[in-house]
C-alpha cells in the first residue's frame, strides 16, 4: 500500500512507498551496447515492489554492493521513510542510483543498465556480474508523476539518463511533439528507442572527451527553438554539464520550475553523488 500522496501545485505528484531493503540475485547479465549492460533483478523479496504498482520513468533504486572480495553486502538500517542511523564502528553499505529500466511484477525481477566507464564499485560490478550473484535493492522511495497535458516535451540524456528517457520516452501519448537529445560516446552506444509520440531525435557523441566534459548538448538545446505552449522539459546527466543547461531553459528562457526538472546523476570526480543537491538551484 502507498504510504503517501503529496499533490505539488502545478507540478508532478509524487507517490511515497515504504522504504525496505531486498536481497536479490542476478538473472541475467545482456550486454546492450559496448558501455552498457543490462542487468535482471529478481527473487522472491522483490514481491511487494513499489507496491506491485508499474511507477514512474523516473523511478530508481539504491543498489546495495558487496565490499570487493565479499559475497553479501552490508545493508543500510531503514526505517519505514528514511534511512535510520548506521553502526557508526560496522561496515557501511555501499550504495549507488540506478534507473528501474524495467518491472515485471509477475516475474518478480526489474532490469537495471549500467553504464560501463572507468573505475568505481558499481561500474566493476557490473563489469563482473554473472547469474547467481546477490545484491541488494534500496527502495525507490517513490515514484514523481506528471500527469499534465503537455504540448511538447523536450528530453535530454547522458549514457546514465538514457534508462529513464527511453521509459520516457515509451509512455508518451500518440502524436505529441518531442524534441530529444542523447549525448553518448559515439554511434555504438546509440539504442533503440520506441515511443508513440512524434519524436524528433538528435545523437550527440562526446568521442574521445570524457563523458560530461566539453557538452555540445547545451549547444543543441540553445539551438532549438520550442513551440508555443507549456510543454515539460526533462534532462538528467552530468551535474556540471547539466548546470548550464538548466541556467538557460529557467533564466534565459523563463521556463517554470514546475515545469523543468534538471537532474544530476554523477560529477565527474566525485563518488557517489548526492543528486539531489547536485545541479543546484536557479
Ligand atoms: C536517480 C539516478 C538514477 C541513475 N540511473 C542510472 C542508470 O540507470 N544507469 C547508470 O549507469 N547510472 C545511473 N546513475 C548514475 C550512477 O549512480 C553513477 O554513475 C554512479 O556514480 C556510478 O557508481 P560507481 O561506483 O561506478 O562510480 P563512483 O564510485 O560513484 O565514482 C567513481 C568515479 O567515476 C566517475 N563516474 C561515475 N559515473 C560515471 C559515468 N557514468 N561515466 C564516467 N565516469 C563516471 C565519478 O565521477 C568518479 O570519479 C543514476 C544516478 C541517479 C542519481
Known amino acids: ?10 507540478g508532478p505528484t509524487t507517490v511515497l512507498y515504504p522504504l525496505r ?3 536479490v540475485e542476478v538473472r541475467r547479465v545482456t550486454r546492450l551496447t559496448p558501455r552498457m549492460v543490462r542487468v535482471t533483478l529478481g527473487g522472491e523479496e ?14 530508481h533504486v539504491k543498489l546495495c554492493f558487496p565490499a570487493p572480495g565479499a559475497d553479501l553486502p552490508v545493508l543500510p538500517v531503514v526505517r519505514p521513510d528514511d534511512l535510520g542511523e548506521q553502526d557508526p564502528n560496522g561496515p557501511l553499505p555501499i550504495l549507488r542510483d540506478y534507473t528501474v529500466r524495467a518491472w515485471r511484477p509477475e516475474r518478480l525481477e526489474i532490469d537495471v543498465d549500467m553504464v560501463l566507464h572507468g573505475h568505481g564499485i558499481a561500474t566493476t560490478w557490473a563489469r563482473e556480474a554473472r ?8 527502495g525507490p522511495r517513490g515514484s514523481v508523476h506528471y500527469t499534465g497535458d503537455y504540448p511538447w516535451y523536450l528530453l535530454g540524456a547522458d549514457e ?5 528517457l527511453a521509459r520516457r520516452l515509451a509512455e508518451l501519448p500518440a502524436g505529441v511533439p518531442t524534441f530529444v537529445f542523447v549525448q553518448v560516446a559515439g554511434p555504438a552506444e546509440e539504442q533503440e528507442l520506441t515511443s508513440a ?8 557523441h562526446h568521442g ?5 566534459a566539453g557538452s555540445p548538448l547545451e549547444a543543441a538545446v540553445r539551438a532549438l527553438t520550442l513551440p508555443p505552449g507549456e510543454g515539460l522539459v526533462w534532462f538528467a546527466g552530468e551535474a556540471t554539464m547539466l548546470r548550464p543547461i538548466r541556467r538557460y531553459l529557467r533564466r534565459e528562457l523563463g521556463l517554470p520550475k514546475e515545469r523543468v526538472d534538471v537532474d544530476g546523476y554523477w560529477r565527474r570526480g566525485v563518488i557517489e553523488l548526492d543528486h539531489q543537491e547536485a545541479v543546484g538551484e536557479d
Not at 208 to 212: L, M, N, V
Open 1 to 10: 500500500m502507498a504510504v503517501d500522496v503529496r499533490p505539488v501545485v502545478s
Open 208 to 212: 574521445p572527451a570524457p563523458a560530461g
Open 131 to 138: 547469474p547467481g550473484k546477490v545484491i541488494g535493492v534500496l
Open 21 to 23: 531493503n531486498r536481497l
Open 46 to 59: 522483490m514481491a511487494g515492489f513499489q507496491d506491485g504498482q508499474a511507477g514512474s520513468p523516473d523511478d
Open 197 to 204: 509520440a512524434d519524436v524528433s531525435l538528435t545523437w550527440l
Open 160 to 164: 546514465t539518463g538514457l534508462p529513464a
